[in-house]
């Protein structure tokens, strides 16, 4: 007898990617239709490199707000404090700082640089409220309230130890504590 072998034929199977193709045309325009697209609101910051009357500023104005606890110190990296705008009974005083910006801005038409140094412990919201009444004030003009610009360029750094002296920082003698003979 003779055997025969009998050998299977293998089908050769095509892979079907039609349905696939079908749903990826489908699905891709869908998911691009209605995602949300959120705008950014960036703010380029810089940080910086390193008490005197209104009526005594220099040319060469470099402009710092401090925030402290109980209120703001504007003052002039060079020539010191300028004013003291103190906390009304609701918190910060943001529209007295306002006003005051905008004084300095009259006299320093061309500035667009400041420097707003917070404690520590300050809020985001404090920082971000004081950053926005720096950068622009709001102002009523022939009858319709608009937005002017301040000082757009801020940077951001911390605020030097409250009560020191620049005298005693160049000094660079130890404070005697104690009593004194």
Do not use: C
Request: glycine share 6%.
């Amino acid at each position: 007898m003779s055997v025969r072998v009998r050998r299977l034929r293998k089908h050769v199977v095509e892979l079907d990617i039609t349905a696939f193709m079908n749903l990826i045309v489908v699905l891709v325009p869908f998911l691009l239709s209605t995602a949300v697209f959120s705008k950014l609101a960036i703010l380029e910051l810089n940080l910086p490199a390193g008490s005197s009357s209104f009526s005594n500023l220099k040319e060469s104005l470099q402009l710092e707000i401090v925030i402290r606890r109980d209120g703001f110190d504007v003052g002039d990296r060079v020539g010191g404090l300028i004013k003291r705008v103190s906390n009304s009974t609701s918190g910060y005083d943001y529209a007295a700082l306002s006003t005051l910006i905008q004084q300095i801005k009259e006299r320093f038409p061309d500035k667009l640089e400041a420097t707003v140094l917070s404690e520590p412990d300050t809020s985001y919201d404090v920082l971000v409220q004081t950053m926005d009444a720096v950068r622009s004030a709001k102002v009523v003009q022939v009858g319709t309230l608009s937005t002017i610009e301040m000082f757009p360029n801020i940077s951001v750094g911390d605020a030097p130890v409250a009560g020191s002296s620049k005298s005693q920082e160049k000094s660079n003698q130890p404070v005697k504590k104690g009593k004194s003979s």
